[in-house]
T-cell receptor, first 117, second 114 residues
């Protein structure tokens, strides 16, 4: 299996809802990432998990809560979002995520298109 | 703070023509990636460049890296309509925590005109 999967593909939620995004990979990768991409902009890093531990949080608001239950799964829990949080949320994985590795090509999932009403 | 700039931001070119997209970055790094994104879709990895002078080619696309100049180029040869997409470069650098961190360029939206 050489792909990253994400569910759901589309999500519409109100500002008072709680929802979760799910990401899964079975490539044996030990680093997983969440990115946010607004229309016509580059992806922006949100969180990095390395060996199932949160290693980078790019000052993301607490209404976004990541979780890594195991090395293959990554969740993003959403609560009390704002309309400006509407975006494409991309998950990615890489072999290691450690700088000392020769390289860590990131493989991206298809994304979840989130709309907050 | 690392800055990654691409130019041009928008590029319309006729089929059969050649052109180059430039990616400049502001700090030392010898790892650079090129990705392609179709509208509403995810990112597809095109090239991984890991050292100064690295050159990779796939079909009509060729990427190179000059770490001394902090510059990467993506050259398109004899463009065809299927190459229409947004192209991102991404620079890999070490975060404060020893992990790698990708910073993406601004993107170049390429439109190939028949």
């Amino acid at each position: 299996d050489t792909e990253v999967t994400q569910t759901p593909k589309h999500l519409v939620m109100g500002m008072t809802n709680k929802k979760s995004l799910k990401c899964e990979q079975h490539m044996g990768h030990r680093a997983m990432y969440w990115y946010k991409q607004k229309a016509k902009k580059p992806p922006e890093l949100m969180f990095v998990y390395s060996y199932e531990k949160l290693s980078i949080n790019e000052s993301v608001p607490s209404r976004f809560s990541p979780e890594c239950p195991n090395s293959s799964l990554l969740n993003l829990h959403l609560h009390a979002l704002q309309p400006e949080d509407s975006a494409l949320y991309l998950c990615a994985s890489s072999l290691d995520g450690q700088w000392v590795s020769s390289y860590n090509e990131q493989f991206f999932g298809p994304g979840t298109r989130l709309t907050v009403l | 703070e690392l800055k990654v700039e691409q130019n041009p931001l928008f590029l319309s070119m006729q089929e059969g023509k050649n052109y180059t997209i430039y990616c400049n970055y502001s700090t030392t790094s010898d790892r650079l990636y090129w990705y392609r994104q179709d509208p509403g879709k995810s990112l597809e990895s095109l090239f991984v460049l890991l050292s100064n002078g690295a050159v990779k080619q796939e079909g009509r696309l060729m990427a190179s890296l000059d770490t001394k100049a902090r510059l990467s180029t993506l050259h398109i040869t004899a463009a065809v309509h299927d190459l229409s997409a947004t192209y991102f470069c991404a620079v890999d650098m070490e975060s404060n925590f020893g992990n790698e961190k990708l910073t993406f360029g601004t993107g170049t939206r390429l439109t190939i005109i028949p």
